[in-house]
Nanobody
Framework: QVRLVESGGALVHSGGSLRLSCTYS????????IAWFRQAPGNEREAVSC????????YYDDSIKGRFTISKDNTKNTVYLQMNNLQPEDTAVYYC???????????????????WGQGTQVTVSS
């Protein structure tokens, strides 16, 4: 079955960096869209970034542009989220989700992603 496993979350000070990983398995389809969402306590799960093989699309929410970078290693079935200059407002559980069809497009809508990992906690202290 489809499985997504996030890792890399930690407690860091403001201005610090982390790299999150999302390792996926259970399918052989080429070209899915894989996204990072985050959910802070009391808030909705919101899109942060997405990468698609359809046309090399990379999507970034305005709140993280210039600080976060998404990348993908197809040989390791892993998507990364490099997070620099972290701020307390970045504190959340970070989830990766996948749109599992051929040459899927990125979407910032949670309902468009039927498969999710368990999440990894990122805490940024001021």
């Amino acid at each position: 079955q489809v499985r997504l496993v996030e890792s890399g979350g930690a407690l860091v000070h403001s201005g610090g960096s982390l790299r999150l990983s999302c390792t996926y398995s259970g399918f052989t389809l080429e070209g899915p869209a894989i996204a990072w969402f985050r959910q802070a306590p009391g808030n909705e799960r919101e899109a942060v970034s997405c990468i698609s093989d359809r046309d090399g699309t990379r999507y970034y929410d305005d709140s993280i542009k210039g600080r976060f970078t998404i990348s993908k290693d197809n040989t390791k079935n892993t998507v990364y989220l490099q997070m620099n200059n972290l701020q307390p407002e970045d504190t959340a559980v970070y989830y990766c989700g996948i749109r599992l069809y051929y040459r899927a497009e990125c979407s910032d809508l949670r309902v468009q992603y039927p498969y999710w990992g368990q999440g990894t906690q990122v805490t940024v202290s001021s």
